[in-house]
């Protein structure tokens, strides 16, 4: 079944409680999200994306993942 943006922002959150989050798509599986937090200061883009999926708990895991694409956008606040 696919994901909704409230769904995708709602597991976001739990990780990033005072990230500026942002997530958009109407399709339900090619989405995209901008996560802005202050955990990600310091870290490589690779670093910030990791955490990213690791927050979507394995919704994008394998051919039977419920989201099949999620452009990111991840950085430390201004």
Known sequence: MPMQASEIEDLLRQSFPEAE???EGDD???MSAMVVDESFRGKNRVQQQRAV???LKGKMDGSQGELHALALTTRAPD
């Open 28 to 30: 339900g599986v090619h």
């Open 53 to 55: 999926y690791a927050a």
């Open 21 to 23: 989050i942002r997530v």
